[in-house]
């Protein structure tokens, strides 16, 4: 069955600080797509990143940027130099292609950073 | 652009009433899904639908009833309300409906049952 780990579930930091948000993944399926969504204290959910099972390459989008490895089933993403905006709860998801038709999007429990001023 | 409309934003209710949360969107997206958030559990589906008249299971559907009459609209009923299903409910849509499309998500609707 799909699962998604966050390890941690709470993480502050003091701004200007870097910090590692860890996701790790199980999967049966070859094909799969990942996901990084941040949940900011106003609630709503907002994508940040989309990377499927068969690129590999890091990715970076100015402070923000993604480690994709799947030789130990990883998909960790990185703040650099934190800001107190960041602060948010942050979602990392697996979509596979379910049996039937439609696609399988499953959450991990999600991580709470605190970017203190 | 109104993508996902979810009501009403907040709603109290007591055990064993029936509540409807209400969810529209504006893209003509085929897939939608209605989700619960809680500690710990990250969101969880509760169900899911393909179109209209179509819907399905997702891991926590008990209590819950689902219907699409309109691909738009994907009212989510609690039949008989308990305390368990206190949550945020989010519902959310995606085009159609592969693996590699992201889920656009409306504000949620936080419920407390008392």
Redesign the interface.
């Known amino acids: 069955a799909q699962k ?1 780990t ?1 390890a941690q ?1 709470e993480i502050s930091v003091v701004e200007k600080e870097d910090v590692t948000l860890d996701c790790v993944y199980e999967t049966r399926d070859t ?3 990942l ?1 990084w969504y941040k949940q900011p204290p106003s ?3 907002v ?1 940040l990143i ?1 990377r ?1 099972s068969f690129d590999e390459q890091n990715e970076i989008s100015g402070r923000y940027s993604w480690n994709f490895q799947k030789s130990t089933s990883s998909f960790n993403f990185t703040i650099t130099a934190s800001q107190v905006v960041d602060s948010a709860v942050y ?1 990392c998801a697996l ?3 379910r049996d ?6 499953v ?4 991580t709470r950073l605190s970017v203190l001023p | 652009d109104a993508g996902i409309t979810q009501s009403p934003r907040y709603k109290i209710t007591e055990t064993g009433r029936q509540v409807t949360l209400m969810c529209h969107q504006t893209w003509s997206h085929s897939y939608m899904f209605w989700y619960r958030q809680d500690l710990g559990h990250g969101l969880r589906l509760i169900y899911y639908s393909a179109a209209a008249d179509i819907t399905d299971k997702g891991e926590v559907p008990d209590g819950y009833v689902v219907s699409r009459s309109k691909t738009e609209n994907f009212p989510l009923t609690l039949e008989s309300a308990t305390r368990s299903q206190t949550s945020v409910y989010f519902c959310a849509s995606s085009d159609r409906g592969r693996a590699n499309e992201k889920l656009f998500f409306g504000s949620g609707t936080q419920l407390s049952v008392l």
């Open positions: 998604v966050q579930t094909t799969y797509y996901f609630g709503e959910l994508f989309r499927n979602f979509s596979e292609a039937n038709y439609g696609q399988n999007f959450f991990g429990p999600g």
